[in-house]
Every structure is written in structure tokens, then in C-alpha cells.
């Protein structure tokens, strides 16, 4: 359900660099519809937060990086709602990497049903230190990991360099 | 719990023109907060939903604009979470107009908390014909009532000039 | 919108004895609605959560019962679903306290909407020590808030004697 | 994800009868979780919703019950919670039949995690005509699809004598 899938970059200057989206498929429920009958625009971001928790609080756990289930907040989010969501087909979800700052960083999401593009969203995101309570510094293993799902490679993507 | 505040506006070249903010305190519910202990970033989404509904489903109707009624899809959506949201202090949410066009417009809303701007947001909204299940025009007393609600004075914010 | 209504139980056999029932009214949210076009059944249960809280985390603190702000476990719930519940017209709830034991009591719940009764509910609740997050005993003080709110008089319901 | 299993019930007195459960695996959010850190009592009711979907709606379907689909009213609710629901590990709910009655019938869950009974519940549904929008009866057929999932034989059930 969550196997990480290795694609080409959609970007036309990266056409040398395969990276990895994260893919999931989130099962959605009858709830998740409005009384419009489609999936409601809020809980198309509940959707996207559990496949983030997915690919942060699971794989990336299981991959050795155990830091990421340090809560995070949501400080910015953009959707486009490109066609509305049923109930019934399933809904896969490619996460992967946007902008890597010291202390934030930056998830992108594509929502596809029955092959389609049904939303295009990213969240910036702010890891909590859970004794201070206070936004902690990305770790080295972070950013490698984000980095392994950026669109660009390490090195054009100046990971670590910008400050938030 | 639900008219409207006069205001003058924040904008700097907008000195003259005092306009509206439809200001309405949402109910924050316990469940609203997640495992973190605060109102989830999906959630203010759902309340965003809310005011607006007061607003265009409630407000307008009773100031005689019906058509709000209709199916409105959102197709976009910001939002920068400013300060965490606790369950207890009221929240006020103010919204005004942005961008008018000729088959979509642009709600702004500003959440408050204590006296905090706690978040900030936008979406934007198509309103459907509910015969053809297709977007369609904003009417004139649409347009004149959003406008209303509009930072900038109606002659120089082009409304319905621009397309979508 | 909380204030506690007076009223004489309609239970026959107490004719003499009035009671209160908490009495708070809900804002029904329009996502509360399902694809049906009606407050979804599991809704109803974060409604009456809401109003539990209402009355146990704010009600009671405010009377000086602090104690009932520990977490409670719902143990055990029942709704009767008597009429659909529509977004619009204001819901009230009105709660009162069924049996009280040693370490759980009840809460009953009504809700009206136009006049209407349109569910009645239950729910067995088991306060949390929260150092031990064990059960705890309910103390006196508890007990005593919870009675006053109980249809019968404290005498003839024998609070605190039956154990769970 | 949902085949039906067969088992022997558990009731004494049904020693020759196997039945089947309807089984499935509902995918439990972190969403699902309240500010205790536990799935909320009512998501509880929601992800009970989602499996009697999953079997009437879905797996009846496909099994030629296509009436199932029709709207139903649940009038009746109860739930015993039994242990506190983590988000995590696998939660498995197990559905069967109760009572059959003319315009309405009983469905039983019982809720699985780490093997582990975490809560048996039951809900009374009521079929509405979707031209009408009134209590229907149910059909022969949906008759006989529910009887193969009650605990017990038809012959000893009365199905579709007892009245509402």
C-alpha cells in the first residue's frame, strides 16, 4: 500500500535525475463526501495529512529516520481542486519534496482517481522539539531522506542552506 | 453573533473607503483538536466553511442575494496558520471580497483568537447551476454584494471586467 | 446559552421534586450534514460530546467542580434516532444525570429542533485518575453536582451506594 | 480486504449452524484520534458506518443485492466500548446479522485490534424509498442475503414475520 514508487521527474531540466515520489492509496469513506456528494475540500486535507503521517510517522520510520514522529505543524497550505473527488474509485496520493530550509520544510502533493488529477497541493511544515515545545533544526537525516523525494538533486536544491 | 462590522480598511492606499467585513464568531468544538491538543489545520478549513456559509447562504439571503444558495465549488484554497487555535476563547472570523470575476471570486478570511490573528486564508468559489451541474455567472446583485465586502472601491477594482 | 433550565421532571412518581436538566444549544455546522443531506448519526454523538463538555468542563468548573475536566472514557452509548436532524434551525440539548456509581455515572441527553424531540441518548462515563490513568472513585463533590441534575431526589436513588 | 468469513457462532445453542461474518479492515486515521489520543467515541460510530457500506453497499452489490444501495436510516445506536482504540495496528470489525423485521433490521459489530475486542455495537436500519422518501419494506431478496449472516437458521429466526 505505501511502496515508495521510483518515477521520472515530470520537470523538464531533470531529465537525467530519477527520484522518488512517495505513493499511497487512502481509502476514503462515505463520510468523507458533503451534502454535495463529493468529497469535501477540508477533509481532502485530512486526506493529505494521512498520507503524510504514511510516508513521515511509518516509512520513513521503518527506513531509520525516527525523528519525523517529533510533531510537526502546518504553518502554510495551498490546494487547487482540479476535479471533485467521489467516494467509490480508489485515491492515490504521490507525496515528494518541495524547498528544504533549516527548520521547515516543504510536502507536494497529487491526488489521481481513475487516472485522473484531482488535486495538486503542498503543505510547509515546522518540526516541534517535544521537550521545548519550541520549532527544532532539521537533522542531517532529515534532510537526506526528504532530500532522496526532491524533484532536483541535492546539490542545485541548496538543502540546508536557506534559512526559513 | 453575526452582523456585519463596519471597518475601515488595513491597506494602506484604501484611507477613504471604508468597507465591510462580515464578522461572525464561530463555536470551536472539542473535537476539533487533534493529538496534538489543538484545532487541527484541516479543521479551520471546516470553520472557514462555516463563516462562509453564515455569510453567503445566511447573510446574504436574508439581504435579499438567494442565488448564494447554489452549489459552490472551491477550487483553491490558502491558508497560514499563524498561532496555534485552542478549544475555549472565542474565535472570530472576518471575511471580506477579493478578486471578483466574471465565474468565480475570492473570500479573505482573518481568524481571531484573543485578540490574535491566528490565521489567515483565502479561497476561491465557482458558483454551479444547479440544473446544469455546470459554473455559471456571477449575477449583478451578486457582484454588487460581494463588492460591498471588497477592500477596494468598485470602480477601481474592475469588478466583472476580468475574466476567470 | 448555557444556563441551566429549571423544570419539573416528566416523570410521574416525581411530581414534587424539580430538577434541572442542563439546557445549551448547539451551532449545527453545515459539514455535519452527510451525503444524505441530514446531520449524520455519528455526528449526533460529537454533539452531545460538545454539550457534555459544556456542562461537565465548563458548567460545573465554573460552580467550582474542577475535578471533571480529568478525561472520561464513554464506556457505553445509545441514541434512538427519532427524527431527522436538519442544518439551520437551532438544536438544543438538554442533559440530565441517570444512575450515579462509585466509579461511572450516566449522562441522558435530548435533543429538540422546532419543538421536536428529535433524539434521546445515553452515555456511561468512568472518570481517569490522570496520574494512574486508571478509573477513579467519583468524589463527593462530583456526586453531589451530578445529583442535582438527576430526575429523582438524591434519597430515593440511593447515589453512591450502588457499585459498578 | 472484505471476504466474508465463515465461522461457527458463537451461541450454545447453534452448534450445527455455521454463518458468516461479513470481515473487513477499516483503514483507522490519526485524524481518527481526539485530544485524548485515543479514536474518538463517535469516529467509532463513523468507522462502523463505513464497514456496513462496505457489505451492503459494496460486497451486496456485487453479489446481486442491489437494492442495498437505497438510503437507510439508522434509528437506533449502541455501542460498548470496550478497550481504548489506537491508531496503529489493524482495526477488524466482524458484522452479522439481528433481528429481521419488515421495514427494518438489526446489524451487530464487533470490533478487533492486536486480536483484542475493543468494542460490539449494534445498529437498527430502516430502508427508505428513494421516490417517496418513506420507510420501505425490505425485499425477499435483501431478506435472505441478511439471513445468511445471522447467528441464527432461518427457520428459527421468523424472518420477515415479527413487525416493526
Tied chains: 1, 2, 3, 4.
Aim: glycine share 6%; aromatic share 8%; hydrophobic share 40%.
Amino acid at each position: 500500500m505505501t511502496t515508495p514508487l521510483h518515477q521520472k521527474s515530470a520537470h523538464p531540466e531533470d531529465t537525467n535525475q530519477p527520484h522518488k515520489a512517495f505513493r499511497c492509496e487512502i481509502a476514503v469513506r462515505w463520510s468523507d463526501q458533503d451534502a454535495n456528494g463529493h468529497v469535501n475540500n477540508a477533509r481532502v486535507v485530512t486526506l493529505m495529512e494521512e498520507a503524510r503521517l504514511l510516508w513521515l510517522n511509518q516509512h520513513a520510520v521503518a527506513a531509520g529516520v525516527g525523528s519525523f514522529t517529533d510533531p510537526k505543524f502546518v504553518v502554510a497550505l495551498t490546494v487547487n481542486y482540479l476535479k471533485p473527488i467521489s467516494y467509490g474509485p480508489a485515491l492515490v496520493l504521490l507525496l515528494t519534496t518541495g524547498r528544504i530550509g533549516n527548520r521547515s520544510f516543504t510536502v507536494s502533493y497529487e491526488g489521481l482517481q481513475d487516472s485522473n488529477t484531482v488535486f495538486r497541493a503542498s503543505t510547509v511544515l515546522v518540526p516541534i522539539d517535544t521537550g521545548s515545545g519550541r520549532p527544532r533544526a532539521l537533522t542531517d537525516e532529515e534532510i537526506a531522506y526528504l532530500g532522496a523525494y526532491a524533484p532536483q538533486d541535492l546539490e542545485t536544491n541548496d538543502i540546508g542552506v536557506k534559512d526559513d
